[in-house]
């Protein structure tokens, strides 16, 4: 069966690139623990997970019990944490893996010492502290609390303590400041309670950019790893390459005239005669709906903006200006062609969200290539 042309190329060598900028502003004694969540954000958790062990990546982290399953099951043998915690549907199961859950309260932290127990073998587990992002993990207020009843369980073991900042990509970072106040108070507590847990961790892409403090001994990058930039002023800090490009071909052209309504809606009608082209990519893909009439693509090496909105399966683009064009010719949606590109950062300012969401949307439905 011959495949849709629309395809998610994801370049292995802008990972390792990317893999390489951060660790060489690490300490060869903090470690990397690569965020492959939501499908490596999108490139494939699989794929992605094993380039990065390759590369030396010391471990990974997930958001649910599911997704580590998807990694071993793909043969990555590296410790696996899952940040999202367990259920009680699922910790005999996270363990049968090997995977590490992080205790979110004492509930958890109980659950899980009954299903180590059931194993024979004391299970490593990582505890969070809530220094300020108001999500998960146990309030600095409770910590001491926690513990005494933490070392009444003989089944689990703690191997870590983290934390989350809430605003490491914001200037100025005052509120990061407090949070890492907060959680080396937590730390403190912790220690005088008896335990030194061999592994510390906070710092997510931006903050392991900006707080060298908040580094420890592991850090949890994510969007870095895919070439995009947490905020638009860290562009200077470091130098990325994007890893995924979508790319399709044009499946239909119409020279239509002036005044023809365009899509669903009629919301654009042509102020000319005008070259229509429909492309096999729509929102059933991931592009944004509400990237319609505001989103640009590359044909030929120049750039034409989107005319009507974007269907489930099909986009309009007006190629009236672009020499030449033809049925079967290359259309950029997110990468480069020549000198001119559309990053996922552009195409995340023109939708009002952040570029995590854009390259985590781009649905199943689109072929990954890997090279």
């Known amino acids: 069966m011959g495949a849709r042309p629309t395809v998610a190329l994801i370049d292995m060598g802008a990972l390792k690139h990317n893999y390489g900028e951060i660790r060489k502003r690490l300490s060869p004694k903090t470690g990397i623990m690569a965020v492959v969540k939501a499908n490596a954000y999108g490139h494939g958790d699989v794929e992605v997970s094993r380039a990065l062990e390759g590369f030396g990546c010391e471990s990974f982290a997930v958001a649910f019990t599911e997704e580590g399953i998807n990694l071993r099951k793909g043969g990555i043998k590296s410790p696996i944490l899952i940040l999202g915690g367990v259920d009680k549907t699922q910790a005999e199961e996270a363990f049968s893996y090997e995977l590490t859950p992080v205790v979110h309260d004492i509930a958890m932290a109980r659950l899980l010492d009954g299903c180590a127990r059931k194993t024979g073998r004391t ?48 200037e100025g970072g005052e509120f990061s400041d407090r949070q890492l106040e907060v959680f080396l108070g937590a730390l403190g507590k ?5 335990y030194n847990p061999p592994y510390i961790h906070m710092a997510n892409s931006a903050a392991l950019l900006e707080k060298e403090e908040s580094r420890f001994n592991i850090v949890r990058p994510g969007i870095m790893l895919y070439g995009a930039y947490p905020a638009p002023h860290l562009r200077n800090k470091i130098e990325l390459l994007p890893v995924m490009q979508v790319k399709t071909r044009i499946l239909q052209l119409k020279r239509v005239p002036a005044g023809f309504p365009v899509s669903y809606g009629r919301t654009f009608v042509t102020g000319r005669e005008s070259t229509i082209a429909t492309i096999p990519i729509g929102y059933g893909d991931g592009l944004p709906r509400r990237l319609s009439e505001k989103g640009e693509v590359i044909v030929r090496g120049r750039r034409a903006p989107m005319a009507g909105v974007i269907c489930m399966d099909h986009t ?37 969200t952040i570029p995590y969401e854009i390259l985590c949307n781009i649905s199943s439905r689109v072929r990954r290539v890997y090279a």
């Open 316 to 352: 309009m683009i007006d190629c009236t200006n672009v020499e030449g064009v033809d049925v079967g010719d290359e259309v950029v949606i997110m990468g480069r062609q020549g000198s001119i590109d559309v990053l996922a950062e552009e195409i995340a300012e023109k939708t009002g």
């Open 190 to 194: 912790i220690r005088a309670m008896g």
């Open 123 to 170: 299970k490593p587990v990582h505890v969070e502290i809530d220094s300020g992002m108001g999500r998960m993990g146990v309030l600095t207020e409770g910590v001491t609390a926690f513990f005494e009843e933490f070392k009444k369980l003989e089944g689990i073991l703690l191997e870590g303590v983290l934390s989350h900042f809430s605003e490491a990509d914001r």
